[in-house]
């Protein structure tokens, strides 16, 4: 740990970046006549909308140098960093098709109109045919029950019928939409992303976009042997943008932030989270999450009919219907959501572990993360209220993976990974820089002195 009293810089053994790209390796891309770059000065950094201070200020300028070396310390963590930091963007990589957005309301409406109007109806009967309505429906309560069950069984009929095996993890999974409907929107959504930060992208010249090619053009030649990876074409796009974000459209096209590039400590995490979002695009995240969705919502029209026929007002229909919507939310989306991502984080680590990157850098990342949220003094909010694990469970769950995708990285031949474990010096440093606050403060708790994100930490 080093820096002054507002950056707070993760290195590791320039034998890291040495070995990170060889020649000679199997799973390695030979890299050659590589320029070198100087003086890369960059943007400031926020996570999702907050804007905090420089994360490289006055960092050493990074050089590719022709023998294909990284230069040592990548870039700098600046501690006064964010609360909210998600690789994915807020919404999906891609729309739902076009159809189900027009057909979607409509339905909900219809929904809504229909059983509004059978409490209507219902309340203009005579008592006498009430009566005789719930006798008859007392004596056909079989043929009820029948019509309810074959209504159920055709749901159950449509689930099985749609699933599919996830690529390369084999998981089943429903899949309502075909890969051409999202091939055809990806590029839409491409078209919009292009007007809205038209201006905003660097030109392949700058060091940082030439940073983010060299990675992925790295990753996308050690994972070939996967047909999804090397039957798409990656172009690269790095938008001069704060936001700590990346994200890969399912056609191939790969947006990443400066505010990303600022926020990670070395190349082997920028590794790790590239392959993270690659493996949302080749795993379709995207159209299954949109497919779970829409067999959802049709589900869910069935309840919202019967809400508004049974609540005897329309404002008690209301609050009911926004009990169902937030119920399917967080009973159904939300838990998907987290476990769509911590799949990625699984294949994502396979693609490092087969570029030759160190994985055990990628614990570190989430871990500093926490750490950004305990020195901003942000409150840490459930994990069931977010479309993504909690920073915390995220690391536990790479460290549980590490051991696998060490043994995955051996069988590529690399190069041992030399040095010591980046998750120790972590822990060493963040328990000398506890030990440096409670010096510093003595009469404050720990967690006040963390909370203020200018405290004269002692230099290690």
């Not at 230069?71 to 919404?91: D, E, K, L, V």
């Not at 891609?94 to 219902?122: C, E, H, M, N």
């Not at 694990?389 to 549980?400: G, I, M, Q, V, Y």
């Not at 980046?422 to 010096?439: A, D």
Request: glycine content about 4%.
């Amino acid at each position: 740990l080093r820096g002054n009293t507002r950056n707070c810089v993760l290195t590791g053994s320039p034998d890291c970046y040495r070995n990170f790209i060889g020649k000679g390796q199997r799973c390695l891309l030979s890299v050659s006549n590589t320029e070198v770059y100087q003086n890369a000065h960059h943007s400031l950094g926020r996570f999702c909308f907050q804007s905090f201070g420089t994360l490289w200020e006055k960092t050493t300028a990074l050089q590719v140098v022709s023998t294909g070396q990284l230069p040592y310390g990548f870039s700098a963590w600046n501690i006064q960093m964010i609360r909210c930091f998600h690789t994915s963007p807020s919404f999906q990589a891609a729309p739902v098709p076009l159809f189900w957005i027009i057909v979607k309301p409509a339905q909900k409406l219809f929904a809504i109109i229909l059983g509004r109007s059978i409490r209507k109806w219902w309340k203009a009967l005579p008592p006498n045919k009430r009566e005789l309505l719930k006798e008859n429906a007392r004596k056909n309560k079989w043929k009820i029950f029948l019509g309810v069950t074959s209504l159920g069984v055709l749901f159950v009929m449509f689930y099985f019928t749609h699933l599919e095996e996830t690529p390369i993890t084999g998981r089943p999974r429903l899949l309502v939409f075909g890969k051409e409907h999202f091939r055809e929107l990806s590029q839409m959504e491409y078209d919009m992303w292009m007007e809205e930060l038209k201006g905003k992208m660097l030109p392949e010249t700058d060091v940082r976009y030439q940073v983010v090619e060299t990675v992925l053009s790295h990753l996308s030649e050690s994972n070939k042997d996967i047909p999804q990876i090397s039957a798409l074409e990656w172009v690269i796009h790095v938008v001069d943008e704060p936001d700590v974000n990346a994200f890969v459209l399912p056609n191939g096209q790969v947006f990443v932030f400066t505010g990303l590039l600022n926020a990670v400590s070395d190349i082997h995490q920028l590794s790790f989270i590239l392959g993270h979002e690659i493996a949302h695009a080749v795993l379709e995240h995207a159209a299954e999450k949109a497919s779970l969705v829409h067999f959802l919502d049709f589900l869910s029209l069935i309840f919202l009919t019967l809400i508004w026929a049974v609540c005897p007002r329309d404002s008690l229909a209301v609050v009911g219907q926004w009990i169902q919507s937030r119920l399917k939310e967080f009973m159904f989306d939300r838990p998907y959501s987290r476990t769509l991502e911590a799949e990625a984080d699984k294949v994502g680590l396979q693609f490092a572990a087969k570029a030759c990157v160190d994985v055990r850098a990628s614990s570190v990342f989430w871990q500093q993360m926490e750490l950004a949220e305990t020195i901003q003094g942000q409150p840490k909010l459930p994990e069931w209220l977010s479309t993504h694990p909690s920073h915390e469970n995220r690391a536990e769950h790479l460290d549980r993976l590490i051991p696998e995708a060490l043994k995955l990285r051996e069988s590529c031949n690399c190069p041992s990974l030399s040095g010591p474990d980046p998750r120790l010096i972590f822990r060493l440093n963040m328990h000398r820089l506890l030990e440096s606050s409670k010096g510093e403060n003595p009469s404050n708790s720990t967690k006040q002195d963390l909370s203020k994100p200018k405290v004269d930490f002692h230099h290690t």
